[in-house]
Nanobody, 123 residues
Framework: QVQLVESGGGSVQAGGSLRLSCVAS????????MGWFRQAPGKERERVAS???????IYADSVRGRFTISQDNAKNTLYLQMNSLKPEDTATYYC?????????????????WGQGTQVTVSS
């Protein structure tokens, strides 16, 4: 069973930076897509960024140029470097994964989820 554990959330002022981490365990020999999602109160969960087995990355328009997704396979860790944070980035951020080399868009296609980490950006 794949398990994902996030860390690195917190409170920061607008313009600041945070780095989220997601440690994964329980993988089999399959390839996986890894992604970061976020959900703000009253809003739908949205994909922020994803990275597939070929290390192809996809970003939401709202974060492109400010956020960077990366992974360290030796440490089984996924990262999300968030720079130039804005108050509208405030949300609970989730790490997610699904089997397969190509990353799906919708959150319903990801069966594995972490518990979430809160990011709060004040103006």
């Amino acid at each position: 069973q794949v398990q994902l554990v996030e860390s690195g959330g917190g409170s920061v002022q607008a313009g600041g930076s945070l780095r989220l981490s997601c440690v994964a365990s329980g993988y089999t020999g399959s390839t996986y897509c890894m992604g970061w999602f976020r959900q703000a109160p009253g809003k739908e969960r949205e994909r922020v960024a994803s990275i597939d087995s070929a290390r192809t990355t996809i970003y939401a328009d709202s974060v492109r140029g400010r956020f960077t997704i990366s992974q360290d396979n030796a440490k089984n860790t996924l990262y999300l470097q968030m720079n130039s944070l804005k108050p509208e980035d405030t949300a609970t951020y989730y790490c997610a994964a699904h089997r397969g080399g190509y990353c799906y868009f919708g959150s319903s296609m990801y069966p594995y989820w972490g518990q979430g980490t809160q990011v709060t950006v004040s103006s």
